[in-house]
């Protein structure tokens, strides 16, 4: 079973970046499928974008993919969320969750089987 941390996450002013982090344990990361969500106060959670095991695919919620990047280093178990030019409604907490996929290329918007807890992004405007 894969443990996941995000960290990165802060206060920003509109118009900034960010990078956030999640830190995984406890299993092989290169076996998973990554996929990065944000869950602002009184939403839903929403999909942000995803990243096959190898990181030779990515795929992005439409409102993000001009800003958002996914990477990922399966030797240090990380993948990251680049995010620019922020806006004031990227303000949500943002997690990454894993998917075991049987090979690459696999990219998922859900289910995920794998949770971290999340990190804080407020954008001021």
């Known amino acids: 079973q894969v443990q996941l941390v995000e960290s990165g996450g802060g206060l920003v002013q509109a118009g900034g970046s960010l990078r956030l982090s999640c830190a995984a344990s406890?299993?092989?990361?290169?076996?998973?499928?990554m996929g990065w969500f944000r869950q602002a106060p009184g939403t839903e959670r929403e999909f942000v974008g995803a990243?096959?095991?190898?990181?030779?695919?990515?795929f992005y919620a439409d409102s993000m993919k001009d800003r958002f990047t996914i990477s990922r280093d399966n030797a240090k178990n990380t993948v990251y969320l680049q995010m620019n030019s922020l806006k004031f409604e990227d303000t949500a907490v943002y997690y990454c969750a894993a998917k075991r996929a049987p090979y690459d290329g696999i990219l998922y918007q859900s289910p995920y089987d794998y949770w971290g807890q999340g990190t804080q992004v407020t954008v001021s405007s």
């Open positions: 990243i096959s095991r190898n990181g030779g695919n990515t």
């Open positions: 406890g299993g092989t990361l290169s076996t998973y499928a």
